[in-house]
């Protein structure tokens, strides 16, 4: 009976993994007809390859080319802002933080309110660098009360429940947030006042035109990841968060605060995701009380594709991400004459989540779990 259980079992195996191998199998050769299409309708546009599936197909131009690049860079930079509190709390606690989008998108809708009292009495204007400061200070100070309060009212009683509870409790949360701003500010999509001519015009970088808002993404985002990385690598609460991260009881035992800890750390999240929702609302100037809902998706994408709990891998992994929704509808899904290619950034962004999955499950640079996790 035991034999025959265990041939059952070992066939189901089999069959789960050749599946697995066939949607493998279909990812890379995709990817290799999409981009070898791609590079006959480049070097011969009347290449009968390039021309078989989609004739009205013209390629890119380098300019068109690295305009991608650029774009996916600046979203990707905010999906990684995004992950880093995603993978903080992870590292920490264990569950995801469903909640963390609405943290985001409070950043970005705080930024509206005090641009546009700033812009009211011409400030915005006059002398926008100081409001740019004082809002992304503002927006900073209600996305990390926001965090610290979640974790105090919805998470820390529910710290030694099963991991499912604090999971649903999350998304409980994250509807709470959302039905609370639509309540306050309404449904409409609220737009951030128009930004100086000097920061928005197009500059060249390398050969490379890129718009100013653009480059303040990038510039924020890069000093962000290095502050962040300077905190938990060089500090001593850097050091208890990661000793808090690793097992909890020795941590305590150490003398080190874990319940402050654990608040730092959602501090510190909260802060990243409301820097992001600046960013977000100055590069797109509109944000609605959905506005971190899709973000916040894709950032969680972003850290599982870098490798959950890995600060650098969730950073990794949101460009990565921001790429890829921004490159692979024209490189490779249109030489393939899939219509509507410009809608698909979505699919892009979570088929590269299954592929990653299929090919390195651990994420790009590999998980770092507690020891209870490892266990």
């Not at 024209?330 to 088929?351: H, I, M, Y």
């Amino acid at each position: 009976m035991t034999t025959t259980t265990d041939r059952q079992a070992a066939r189901r195996v089999s069959k789960v993994d050749r599946f697995l191998t066939f949607i493998r199998i279909f990812l890379v050769g995709l990817v290799v007809v999409g981009l070898t299409a791609f590079i006959a309708q480049q070097v011969a546009p009347d290449n009968p390859f390039a021309r078989w599936r989609n004739p009205d197909a013209m390629g890119l131009t380098a300019d068109q080319f690295k305009g991608l690049i650029m774009s996916g860079l600046s979203q990707g930079a905010m999906y990684g802002l995004i992950a880093l509190g995603y993978s903080m709390v992870y590292g920490v606690l264990g569950f995801i933080n469903f909640a963390h989008g609405e943290v985001f998108m409070l950043g970005s809708m705080t930024g509206f309110v005090a641009s546009e009292k700033f812009n009211a009495n011409g400030m915005w204007e006059s002398n926008f660098l100081l409001c740019l400061v004082l809002v992304i200070f503002m927006a900073i100070c209600v996305s990390t009360v926001t965090a610290v309060l979640m974790e105090r009212v919805a998470y820390r009683p529910l710290r030694n429940s099963p991991r499912l509870i604090p999971l649903i409790t999350s998304i409980g949360v994250s509807f709470f947030i959302q039905n609370a701003v639509m309540g306050l500010f309404g449904p409409a999509s609220k737009s951030y006042p128009r930004l100086p001519e000097w920061l928005s015009k197009q500059r060249s970088i390398l050969t490379f035109e890129i718009a100013g808002t653009k480059i303040l993404v990038l510039v924020v985002a890069i000093l962000s990841m290095l502050g962040l990385w300077y905190l938990v690598e060089r500090t001593k609460t850097g050091k208890a968060m990661r000793a808090v991260a690793e097992d909890k009881e020795i941590a305590a035992l150490m003398g080190i605060n874990v319940n402050r800890t654990i608040v730092t750390t959602f501090a510190v999240g909260g802060a990243m995701a409301g820097i992001g929702g600046i960013l977000w609302g100055l590069l797109f100037r509109s944000v609605t009380h959905m506005t971190g809902f899709l973000p916040g998706i894709k950032a969680f994408t972003a850290a599982v594709v870098g490798g959950i709990g890995n600060l650098g891998g969730a950073m990794a992994g949101g460009v990565a991400l921001g790429s890829a929704e921004s490159i692979a509808p024209l490189v490779l899904l249109e030489p393939l004459g899939v219509p509507g290619v410009s809608q698909l950034k979505d699919a892009v962004a979570f088929t590269v989540l299954v592929a990653v999955l299929l090919f390195k499950p651990t994420g790009l640079f590999g998980e770092r779990l507690s020891q209870e996790d490892r266990a």
